[in-house]
T-cell receptor, first 116, second 111 residues
Framework: GAVVSQHPSRVICKSGTSVKIECRSL??????MFWYRQFPKQSLMLMAT?????????EQGVEKDKFLINHASLTLSTLTVTSAHPEDSSFYIC????????????FGPGTRLTVL | QQQVKQSPQSLIVQKGGISIINCAYE??????FPWYQQFPGKGPALLIA?????SEKKEGRFTISFNKSAKQFSLHIMDSQPGDSATYFC??????????FGQGTRLTINP
């Protein structure tokens, strides 16, 4: 199957700082990438959808100025959490899809963000 | 209409038994129904998926049963093993639309 990586896997930062998370499709070109947030023992919550070279589409209630998403190439999308606060602590997961993967979204391993 | 309802929330099965997880949807335009398996601290991994033009799909010990008229689909895990202990999510989407996830089922297989 297609492989999606995320970096870093874990990050701890101080309140008020910004954190960047990278999502890469390793063996396919991802025309569309998705960013999810997952709280403990809960389902995945879609934050935004990004298409390569276009602005991301954010879900209702997600602050686009706080969660900056860039999909600059067909293999890389980044999520930047700006001015992070403790309530932003969560498990962030990206997924990717392309014409070659059809309808299937392949997920990355996730990034655990802890804001102190 | 965009919801996918998943049950049970948690499930305990003895080793060698059959695990069954059910999902129901309302949107008849959904045309792709994947199941994902997630281990603690990891991202979801695609397990098996089905389209509404077939009633059943089997891959190894995993089978999806699909009932289009009832708008329900289920995952059956045969000969359940302790290594199958994980959280399972059903999902659905239409065309290029976003995935809609069920609430998840925590499966525990007792040795």
């Amino acid at each position: 199957g297609a492989v999606v990586s995320q970096h870093p896997s874990r990050v701890i930062c101080k309140s008020g700082t910004s954190v960047k998370i990278e999502c890469r499709s390793l063996d396919f070109q991802a025309t569309t990438m998705f960013w999810y947030r997952q709280f403990p023992k809960q389902s995945l919550m879609l934050m935004a959808t990004s298409n390569e070279g276009s602005k991301a589409t954010y879900e209702q209630g997600v602050e686009k100025d706080k969660f900056l998403i860039n999909h600059a190439s067909l293999t890389l999308s980044t999520l930047t959490v700006t001015s992070a606060h403790p309530e932003d602590s969560s498990f962030y997961i990206c997924s990717a899809r392309s014409g070659t993967t059809g309808d299937t979204q392949y997920f990355g391993p996730g990034t655990r963000l802890t804001v102190l | 209409q965009q919801q996918v309802k998943q049950s049970p929330q948690s499930l305990i099965v003895q080793k060698g038994g059959i695990s069954i997880i059910n999902c129901a949807y309302e949107n008849t335009a959904f045309d792709y129904f994947p199941w994902y398996q997630q281990f603690p601290g990891k991202g979801p991994a695609l397990l098996i998926a089905i389209r509404p033009d077939v009633s059943e799909k089997k891959e190894g010990r995993f089978t999806i049963s699909f009932n289009k008229s009832a708008k329900q689909f289920s995952l059956h895990i045969m000969d359940s093993q302790p290594g199958d202990s994980a959280t399972y999510f059903c999902a659905a989407h239409q065309g290029a639309q976003k995935l809609v996830f069920g609430q998840g089922t925590r499966l525990t297989i007792n040795p």
